[in-house]
């Protein structure tokens, strides 16, 4: 790119570096970091999640082998900070709808936190069928 | 400059100590940090105090500031690692005894405290910064008119001072100095949303090129430091979204066009 300003003289400007720990130097900066991380994670759970149902379909035997592989406490760490990670995914992701696809009610936008609101308690509630139904269908 | 209103006489003038970086292009190989005594006054900013620095103690120390209110977007710098507008950082919001005021992060430095933002002006005027028509309308059919709501639409991303605070705390293009950065997105979209303006188009070749929108990772950051709410995060994700439907809408529609 060339343009009309006076440019200073390139040869005398200091270029600092960015030190490669720049993502611990402010906790929204480590925040973002964990958010991009956690889809690490959810991707690990998924593969294990397919290759479960790979096993549920060559019979019983291997799905219940393959399920006491999974209850061992190494596995279950891992899924707990999988879950912990798919919280953080979702809710940052309703956090960024908000922003993304701002609402408009008539002349006037809904605030974000509203939005937001409205999206964690959509999420809350299909949870909560999914969960209920899991519990009736299984009984 | 307000001194003397909140003196107490039974007491020394209270004094918070300045870090400031010092850099002597073609002397200096690396910045270094140079502290300065000041006074502290209750209604003093970290820009009063630099002046105090140039006019009382050490002429020559360089940074850049005119209006002093918030408004002209000069006096951007990093106070405690925080991008901020030195006019509007009050001594008294920080606590400590000691501030530290950096350059602007991801900038060259010029000297001391001043940064090279020719490659920020550049990607302004990149994205067609001005109202582009197919068809210059005649002047005797007189100005474009608008409605407010129309006006609501890219009202908020027409606040931008060019301060480059969000520059400072984006560290994709820290990372990636070619990324064309929250405040020149904002403005390319402040221009895309204005109903007067027919330059989509012309823009999308830069908003969604390689370096464009589609860099931004959304750290957000942008949005938090912008000391006019300017919300540049948002602007480059809803750019995102309608390049998405600019390029759906040309794949699926025959008269669709790239």
Not at chain 1, 104 to 131: N, Y
Not at chain 2, 23 to 45: C, E, F, I, L, N
Not at chain 2, 146 to 163: G, M
Request: proline share 6%; charged share 20%; hydrophobic share 45%.
């Amino acid at each position: 790119m060339s343009g009309s300003a006076i440019r200073p003289d390139i040869s005398k400007l200091y270029h600092a570096k960015m030190p490669a720990t720049w993502w611990l130097k402010k906790p929204a900066y480590l925040l973002f970091m964990l958010r991009e991380l956690s889809s690490v994670f959810i991707a690990i759970f998924l593969v294990v999640f397919l290759i479960q149902l790979s096993q549920l379909s060559d019979g019983p035997e291997a799905y219940v082998a393959f399920a006491r592989k999974l209850s061992s406490p190494a596995w279950i760490v891992f899924h707990i900070v999988a879950l912990l990670f798919a919280l953080l995914h979702s809710a940052t992701w309703f956090q960024s709808t908000a922003v993304v696809m701002p609402l408009r009610l008539g002349e006037r936008e809904v605030p974000r936190a509203l939005v937001f609101a409205a999206t964690i308690g959509a999420w809350i509630a299909v949870s909560a069928v999914i969960l209920i139904l899991f519990l009736v269908l299984r009984g | 400059m307000g001194e003397g209103i909140e003196k107490e006489s039974n007491m020394a003038e209270p004094n918070v100590t300045l870090q400031v970086t010092r850099y002597r292009p073609g002397k200096d190989s690396a910045p270094t940090m140079q502290s300065y005594s000041v006074p502290y006054h209750k209604d003093w900013v970290v820009l009063d105090a630099l002046n105090h620095i140039k006019d009382q103690i050490d002429g020559t120390l360089s940074y850049r500031w005119s209006c002093r209110m918030g408004v002209c977007g000069s006096c951007g710098m990093m106070v405690n690692g925080e991008p901020k507008l030195t006019c509007a950082a009050f001594l008294r919001d920080y606590p400590a005894q000691e501030i530290r005021v950096e350059p602007l992060a991801n900038f060259p430095i010029i000297r001391d405290l001043v940064i090279d933002m020719s490659d920020f002006l550049d990607k302004l005027k990149s994205v067609k910064s001005w109202l582009v028509r197919k068809v210059e309308k005649p002047l005797a059919e007189g100005e474009y008119r608008q409605t407010p709501v129309e006006l609501e639409a890219f009202h908020q991303f027409t606040q931008c001072i060019n301060c480059m605070l969000c520059y400072a705390a984006c560290p994709v293009y820290g990372l990636e100095p070619e990324f064309l950065g929250p405040a020149a997105i904002a403005l390319g979209y402040r221009y895309n949303m204005d109903s007067r303006d027919q330059g989509q188009d012309l823009r999308r070749e830069v908003l969604g090129g390689h370096h464009g929108a589609w860099e931004c990772t959304f750290v957000g950051e942008c949005t938090e430091v912008c000391p006019k709410h300017v919300d540049p995060a948002a602007a480059i994700q809803r750019t995102k979204v309608n390049l998405a439907k600019d390029w759906f809408k040309s794949v699926l529609l025959p008269w669709g066009t790239r």
